[in-house]
């Protein structure tokens, strides 16, 4: 019998996420017989068209082995398919995990955040500026497969950073675009982790001083 009731909680649950509107407990459950559920994701960022898996952590043991449900407000920001978000378009959105046994629930923010596109910032733009940098993220040496990093100049993308390497030397190489009216801008650089789902910032540097930093043989420290 309460399988039947789980399965009838389970069903109104789907029914009212489908409606647009999340399910409501009484009273919000947080533990049930001693076990707890949590969602390993929690302020995450993710890049529009990139994919998040959706996990979550039971303590001591997950009470029934089941599946976990998943749901967001607003399909429109992303969607979720086989326990995997897929980010579609700029936004946040709160995501809600309920246990199969409609005990346990949790929910976690993602921030949506646009793709940074430059293909074209070479012809639309009148001044550039490069940075021959070392690049370390959390004391680590930079991975160009797994973390992106952009330059921006006055909030928008204005170019990213491409891994090189010469006469044995490894090191990124920013071209940085800006328009002639944001010429004194301030850039600044920022860090797609797309293992962790982090998005990172560090000091940048006035677009009027120097127009080239770093060189092979000094590379400009970049440190997120």
């Known amino acids: 019998m ?12 789907l029914f009212f996420a489908a409606c647009g509107d999340f399910y409501v407990f009484e009273n919000e459950p947080d533990s049930w017989d001693g076990v707890t559920m949590r969602v390993l994701c929690d302020s995450n960022y993710v890049m ?3 994919s998040m898996p959706l996990l979550v952590d039971f303590s001591p043991v997950n009470p029934d082995s089941g599946a976990v449900y998943w749901f967001i407000p607003d399909t429109v920001i992303a969607k979720i398919r086989h326990n995997t978000l897929f980010a579609k378009t700029a936004g946040e959105l709160k995501l809600v995990a309920v246990s199969n046994n409609g005990r346990l629930q949790d929910t976690a923010r993602v921030t949506v955040f646009e793709h940074w596109d430059t293909d074209r910032l070479e012809f639309s733009n009148a001044y550039d500026k490069v940075i021959y940098a070392n690049i370390t993220v959390g004391g680590k040496e930079w991975n160009p497969e797994t973390q992106t990093v952009a330059a921006f100049v006055n909030e928008r993308v204005a170019g990213v950073a491409e891994a090189r390497e010469d006469h044995g030397i490894r090191y990124a190489r920013i071209r940085i675009w800006s328009y002639a009216d944001e010429y004194a801008g301030y850039v600044t650089l920022r860090c797609y982790d797309r293992t962790r ?26 440190n997120f």
């Open 48 to 50: 529009e068209g990139d």
């Open 2 to 13: 309460k399988y039947l009731i789980h399965t009838i909680a389970l069903i109104m649950l």
């Open 197 to 222: 789902y982090r998005l990172y910032s560090t000091l940048g540097v006035d677009f009027s001083v120097d127009p080239t930093l770093g060189t092979l043989s000094e590379l400009y420290p970049v």
